[in-house]
């Protein structure tokens, strides 16, 4: 009987193994692609383009500087990668994730771990920077769940928590092309890339 594929096939010529990725096989084009083209809330948000996981990393990326504002340019980085295993495994909503089960979120470590090392960061990145990036997150899951998805405050801050207002400030989700979205995606990785 032979082996099940394990491995996609990605625009720029790569071929990522999914159960055991190497960084050598991973391009930020790749990453930016498909996570322009992955939809956040499976896809219920309101709007006339979905929005993507890229947009919502950027989100994070600039809600992590904002509650972390000196932080360096590589956890700034760390926070735009949180979710970049997306790009090949889809983003799953958390009561998706919990009936799965472990094997994915194993499939999202290496793949994280193999994307980090890609960028020149660590593997594994401190608990307290991971916990930062999580926070913010949290606080754009409740700007998109407010904004865009259809929940009330209330609903949001039982779910997420409520934001600090100071930390929100002025932030408004407005959906864009995949295009424009990959193009800010990947300018944005090569910005802080130049400040490491």
Sequence with gaps: MATPRAWQRMLSGRRLDLLDPTPVDIEIEDIAHGLAFVARWNGQTIGDYAYSVAEHSLLVEELYARLQYHAPAKWRLAALLHDAPEYVIGDMISPVKAAVGPGYKAMDERLTAAIHIRFGL?????????????????????LEATQIAGFSAQEADKLFGKPDPKVIDGLRIHLRPPLAVRQDFTARHRDLLDKM
């Design 122 to 142: 660590p593997a594994e990145i401190p608990a307290s920077v991971k916990k930062k990036i999580k926070k913010a997150d949290r606080i754009s899951a409740w």
